[in-house]
């Protein structure tokens, strides 16, 4: 049987190690790099570099999104002093994912998911009720998971070690940097 095609969100490099190695497992992925999230524009360049490398080290095709800042900073206006974690976050995810889903419609995969459930400081309810409501309007399945479940984040901060990736140190907006 053909693998399907999935288009795995990513918005890091160590967050895409554990994913894409459990992953690869039962799909035909392909890695999405779209974080307008990130700030600045320099720190963006050097994720999505070494998410880049990452993926193609590991034999995993890559497709960048547009780093739609403006937009995204738009989209979170009036959240900029909420706590991480809260409104602002839920904003992002469903930004992100929405963008991510569209790109999977356009380019033919089914389903999408995402890396953002990896991290220890993201609700995976939160995140799979996101994706769920976004795969409910644009008909491309979202795979509910949480990554970090069963060691996974622990495993992708020793794969991340292992591969000297880069690993930041703050979320990705201007107001997670503060
Ligand atoms: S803290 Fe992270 S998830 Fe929350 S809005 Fe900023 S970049 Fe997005």
Same mark, same amino acid.
């Given at each position: ?23 690869? /497992? ?7 790099? %779209? ?7 320099? =720190?963006?360049? $050097? +994720? &999505? ?34 706590? /991480? ?7 992002? %995810? ?7 889903? =569209?790109?999977? $419609? +356009? &380019? ?71």
């Amino acid at each position: 049987m053909t693998a399907q095609k999935l288009m795995l969100h990513v918005c890091c490099a160590p967050c895409s190690t554990h994913v894409i190695e459990k992953l690869r /497992e039962d799909y035909d992925l392909t890695c999405y790099f %779209y974080g307008p999230n990130i700030h600045p524009e320099e =720190e963006y360049r $050097r +994720r &999505l570099e070494e998410a880049r490398d990452y993926c193609g080290s590991q034999g995993i095709a890559f497709v960048e999104g547009e780093y739609d800042a403006s937009e995204w900073l738009e989209a979170v206006k009036g959240h900029e002093e909420d706590a /991480e974690g809260g409104e602002r976050c839920k904003i992002c %995810y469903e930004f992100r994912l929405k963008n991510t889903a =569209e790109a999977a $419609r +356009r &380019l033919g995969f089914d389903p999408f998911t995402t890396t953002l459930t990896l991290s220890p400081h993201k609700k995976a309810d939160v995140i799979n009720e996101i994706g769920r409501q976004i795969g409910a309007r644009t008909g491309i399945r979202f795979l509910e998971e949480d990554f970090k479940k069963m060691d996974g984040f622990k495993r992708s901060v020793q794969m991340s070690k292992d591969h000297g990736l880069y690993r930041q140190s703050y979320c990705g907006c201007e107001f997670s940097k503060r």
